[in-house]
């Protein structure tokens, strides 16, 4: 069983930049494709980038293609996500989680699993 611990979120004024990571407990943490999803309140879980086990497939939403960039190193099991030129409407939890099954690049919320508590990440205008 995978866990998954995120960190690295606070708040910054627009334009600014975070980087996210996501720590995972496990043997088997290399082998996993991992999103990113947020959840900003009073909507639902969106996606916001994916990565395949060995960092060569990525996959964005169109609102943040761009401008974030998703990674990962193996051999510390942690997967990264970059946040540049942040905007207001990028306020939101930010979770990470497993690929669990279907197609990596859909995004689809269902499709991962093992999620982790979230992180804030606060955007000011």
């Known amino acids: 069983q995978v866990q998954l611990v995120e960190s690295g979120g606070g708040l910054v004024q627009a334009g600014g930049s975070l980087r996210l990571s996501c720590a995972a407990s496990g043997r088997t943490f290399s082998s996993h494709n991992m999103g990113w999803f947020r959840q900003a309140p009073g909507k639902e879980r969106e996606f916001v980038a994916a990565?395949?086990?060995?960092?060569?497939?990525?996959y964005y939403a169109d609102s943040v293609k761009g401008r974030f960039t998703i990674s990962r190193t193996n051999a510390k099991n942690t997967v990264y996500l970059q946040m540049n030129s942040l905007k207001p409407e990028d306020t939101a939890v930010y979770y990470c989680?497993?690929?669990?099954?279907?197609?990596?690049?859909?995004?689809?919320?269902?499709?991962?699993?093992?999620w982790g508590q979230g992180t804030q990440v606060t955007v000011s205008s």
């Open positions: 990565i395949s086990w060995n960092g060569g497939s990525t």
């Open positions: 989680a497993r690929h669990l099954e279907g197609q990596l690049g859909a995004g689809i919320t269902r499709d991962f699993g093992s």
